[in-house]
């Protein structure tokens, strides 16, 4: 299996490792630094990565979603420390993790490295899908998580357990009511980068844009039962 990004190159080089924004923002200041032309800009950015980088992140933006507009996320790749810090609130569970909207795959490949099993995502842009698979491959789990091509609000979570997502505030918003819906009382949910707006978390790791946050349905069900209690009280 191999996936080349220039064609017409004579040489293509190997895609890099997943790489961290602190080791591409190193590399783009570095590139700044040297008067080179295009074509050496692309020839040094193939051998680190940034090229690639660059090309995913050129093409894999909202456009490319089939949803409405409010509801477009676009692909920020998570750092190796928001990978971290997610699984850690997942630390001790075991059974199904589905994680929604995807990307490039490194929470689900992650996920199954530590024992959760079956490690699905769901996305709907067929590049990222390809790139999950390739990065898959490259760390011999291919064929042991799969990447599926589906819209996010259309799947059904009734049987998972273990949930994750790393998407903007306006979709959390809009997902806690199929969460809520779907999911059993011993599931959990955790989130990336942006916490749900209307639930308290169970747990709280990190600092920044690499906090993670924790949800157990069951309690976030018990927290809503006794808020609607209050409001209707007279």
């Known amino acids: 299996m191999h996936f080349s990004l220039f064609q017409n190159a004579e040489e293509p080089q190997p895609i890099s490792p997943i790489m961290d924004q602190d080791d591409i923002d190193k590399m783009t200041v570095k590139l700044r630094e040297q008067p080179i032309g295009m074509w050496g800009l692309l020839q040094i950015a193939g051998g ?23 509801l477009q996320v676009p692909y920020i790749p998570a750092s190796r420390q928001q990978v971290k810090n997610v699984l850690s609130l997942l630390k001790g569970r075991s059974g199904k993790m589905v994680d929604l909207g995807s990307g490039d795959g490194r929470i689900v490949l992650e996920a199954y490295k530590q024992g959760f099993h ?48 790393f998407l903007a505030p306006s979709v959390l918003s809009l997902l806690e009511a199929k969460l809520l819906d779907e999911l059993p009382d011993n599931a959990r949910v955790v989130a990336g980068r942006f916490p749900f707006p209307s639930w308290k978390p169970s747990c709280i790791v990190g600092e920044g844009v690499d906090r993670a946050w924790s949800y157990d349905i069951k309690e976030v069900r018990i927290q809503n039962a006794q808020s609607t209690s209050c409001g209707t009280a007279v």
């Open 48 to 70: 680190t990565g940034l090229a690639a980088y660059a090309v995913w992140a050129g093409i894999l933006m909202p456009g490319f979603r089939k949803v409405p507009l409010k």
């Open 118 to 165: 079956p490690a699905i995502g769901y996305e709907l842009n067929p590049w990222l899908i390809k790139l999950s698979y390739f990065f898959a491959w490259r760390a011999g789990c291919y064929g042991k998580v799969s990447y599926l091509k589906k819209n996010l609000w259309k799947v059904t979570l009734a049987d998972c357990s273990n949930v994750t997502v």
